[in-house]
């Protein structure tokens, strides 16, 4: 069972339309989730990290959420520059020391 | 600033063949890590560095060996190619290991016949 799915596995949206990418985890102790982006070709760019439930954090059209069991990465009114790969990867306690566990990724095309 | 580097960007093997793949970071951070990228599948962790001179195995260690001989430095070996070790290779660093921010090289292309 993978400890961090993500969904949907691709979303295409219209320029100008809101949505959200979620981001499940079943970790024992969650010591911080982090949000990256990645374009074709390239690593892994961070965005946010998100540390207890309640917490939220915005970036431009981006505003990232913390609950419990899940995270999302809300998009306000996208643009096509928006399009690339979402990944949500988790740190627990007690794993290898600052291991990183990542979901599949969520790709987001934004068509104008 | 150039952050996290990698050398090579993209290299073809012949099954058998050994090489180094070498990242750099200019942050002066503690840790480094060496992650391995395949379609369908999440970024797995094949070794990582806790400091200068010291390494450990990550998710998927086999076929590879690593080291820390300068802070800066992590490189990744791979001494007999396999196929299955045709995949994207990416290098990150980070300050500590307390849920600090990792930060990620551009990758290298690996390719094994």
């Known amino acids: 069972e993978d400890q961090v799915t993500q969904s949907p596995e691709a979303l295409r949206l219209q320029e100008g339309e809101s949505s959200s990418l979620n981001c499940s985890y079943t970790?024992?102790?969650?010591?911080?989730l982090f949000w990256y982006r990645q374009d074709p070709g390239k690593g892994p760019e961070f965005l946010f990290t998100?540390?207890?439930a309640g917490e939220e954090k915005e970036k431009e059209r981006l505003k990232a959420t913390l609950t419990k069991k899940e995270s999302f990465l809300h998009i306000t009114a996208p643009k096509p520059e928006d399009s690339a790969t979402y990944l949500c990867?988790?740190?627990?306690?007690?794993?290898?020391?600052?291991?990183?566990?990542f979901g599949k990724g969520t790709k987001l095309s934004v068509k104008p | 600033n150039a952050g996290v580097t990698q050398t090579p960007k993209f290299r073809v093997l012949k099954t058998g063949q050994s090489m180094t793949l070498l990242c750099a970071q200019d942050?002066?951070?503690?840790?480094m890590y060496w992650y391995r990228q395949d379609p369908g599948m999440g970024l797995r962790l094949i070794h990582y560095?806790?400091?200068?001179?010291?390494?450990a195995k990550g998710e998927v260690p086999d076929g590879y060996n690593v080291s820390r001989l300068k802070k800066q430095n992590f490189l990744l070996g791979l001494e007999s190619a396999a196929p299955s070790q045709t995949s994207v290779y990416f290098c990150?660093?980070?300050?500590?290991?307390?849920?600090?921010?990792?930060?990620f090289g551009p990758g290298t292309r690996l390719t094994v016949l």
């Open positions: 990150a660093s980070s300050y500590t290991s307390g849920a600090d921010t990792q930060y």
């Open positions: 970790v024992s102790g969650l010591r911080g």
């Open positions: 998100l540390y207890s």
């Open positions: 990867a988790v740190q627990e306690y007690g794993g290898s020391q600052g291991n990183l566990i």
């Open positions: 942050m002066n951070h503690e840790y």
């Open positions: 560095s806790v400091g200068e001179g010291t390494t």
